[in-house]
């Protein structure tokens, strides 16, 4: 599961990466340059998967959103890592009143529904791929907090941790030597499948108006637009942008489904070893 993950996945990148390069090199036509007599334009040769309302190439849209979708979600759930697995830590090794606080602040956000907060955040922030990330992060801070802080909790009441401390040892040593390195495993699982998540909500965004400018090839945006059409027949301009969302969302899926079961299994055999 995990190695088709990592091929999807990659192919993604890699399309990512070498779309913006084709266009600029003149290889494929521009996302936003639309032509008057090719609107609605069937797939053929000339446009593989069509043309949209305004006579955009619906395969190079929908290959320019890859790129747009992984920055957006890779920027969201990096910042909300750095923010969330720090607050976790100090949350569960302190305890007392800040752990309190903390959790009191994080379990109200959780409680949102991940969709509704979103949407409340992108219209208060407005629509951009920076408003778009930061409204993200917001959302998924709460996962890595309570995931993090759980562990520490735990790895705080160990021997070693006591042993440490009673020598002497600051809360900042002992947070980055014992802490930080084992709660620290969970994280790459919790990342993938919080990606797999933020794709669709993303493309939620997008589809409600609240995501990213047209200007800004995205998939939700492209299935808004693309849904006015769908009942006079034209589906092509749907069917791609809809396909390459759940095609990344099932390769991220399987990656952290198949980095779980190995991390599982590794950890078992080192205690077996033990």
Same mark, same amino acid.
């Given at each position: =599961?995990?190695?088709?993950?990592?091929?999807?996945?990659?192919?993604?990148?890699?399309?990512?990466?070498?779309?913006?390069?084709?266009?600029?090199?003149?290889?494929?036509?521009?996302?936003?340059?639309?032509?008057?007599? &090719?609107?609605?334009?069937?797939?053929?040769?000339?446009?593989?998967?069509?043309?949209?309302?305004?006579?955009?190439?619906?395969?190079?849209?929908?290959?320019?959103?890859?790129?747009?979708?992984?920055?957006?979600?890779?920027?969201?759930?990096?910042?909300?890592?750095?923010?969330?697995?720090?607050?976790? =830590?100090?949350?569960?090794?302190?305890?007392?009143?800040?752990?309190?606080?903390?959790?009191?602040? =994080?379990?109200? +956000?959780?409680?949102?529904?991940?969709?509704?907060?979103?949407?409340?955040?992108?219209?208060?922030?407005?629509?951009?791929?920076?408003?778009?990330?930061?409204?993200?992060?917001?959302?998924?801070?709460?996962?890595?907090?309570?995931?993090?802080?759980?562990?520490?909790?735990?790895?705080?009441?160990?021997?070693?941790?006591?042993?440490?401390?009673?020598?002497?040892?600051?809360?900042?040593?002992?947070?980055?030597?014992? +802490?930080?390195?084992?709660?620290?495993?969970?994280?790459?699982?919790?990342?993938?499948?919080?990606?797999?998540?933020?794709?669709?909500?993303?493309?939620? &965004?997008?589809?409600?108006? +609240?995501?990213?400018?047209?200007?800004?090839?995205?998939?939700?945006?492209? &299935?808004?637009?693309?849904?006015?059409?769908?009942?006079?027949?034209?589906?092509?301009?749907?069917?791609?942008?809809?396909?390459?969302?759940?095609?990344?969302?099932?390769?991220?899926?399987?990656?952290?489904?198949? +980095?779980?079961?190995?991390?599982?299994?590794?950890?078992?055999?080192?205690?077996?070893?033990?």
């Amino acid at each position: =599961m995990a190695r088709w993950g990592v091929i999807i996945v990659a192919v993604y990148v890699l399309v990512a990466l070498l779309t913006p390069l084709l266009v600029s090199a003149g290889l494929l036509p521009d996302p936003n340059a639309g032509l008057d007599n &090719l609107i609605y334009a069937t797939p053929s040769p000339a446009h593989w998967c069509g043309t949209d309302r305004l006579g955009r190439d619906v395969c190079v849209r929908t290959l320019s959103a890859s790129g747009v979708a992984l920055q957006v979600v890779l920027l969201a759930l990096v910042t909300a890592l750095v923010i969330g697995v720090p607050l976790g =830590m100090v949350s569960g090794y302190l305890g007392g009143w800040v752990d309190r606080l903390l959790v009191l602040l =994080m379990d109200t +956000l959780y409680t949102l529904p991940v969709l509704l907060l979103s949407v409340v955040l992108a219209f208060l922030l407005g629509r951009g791929l920076p408003n778009a990330a930061a409204a993200l992060c917001v959302v998924y801070i709460p996962q890595y907090f309570r995931v993090v802080r759980n562990q520490s909790a735990q790895v705080k009441a160990e021997l070693y941790v006591e042993a440490a401390r009673s020598l002497g040892a600051g809360p900042l040593w002992i947070l980055r030597r014992y +802490l930080f390195r084992n709660v620290i495993t969970s994280v790459p699982v919790l990342l993938t499948l919080n990606a797999a998540d933020a794709v669709l909500v993303l493309g939620g &965004l997008g589809f409600l108006g +609240l995501g990213l400018p047209e200007t800004i090839p995205e998939w939700g945006g492209d &299935l808004q637009q693309a849904l006015t059409a769908l009942p006079t027949g034209i589906w092509w301009t749907a069917l791609y942008p809809g396909l390459a969302m759940f095609v990344l969302v099932l390769g991220l899926s399987f990656l952290g489904e198949g +980095l779980e079961s190995w991390l599982s299994g590794s950890g078992q055999a080192a205690r077996a070893a033990r």
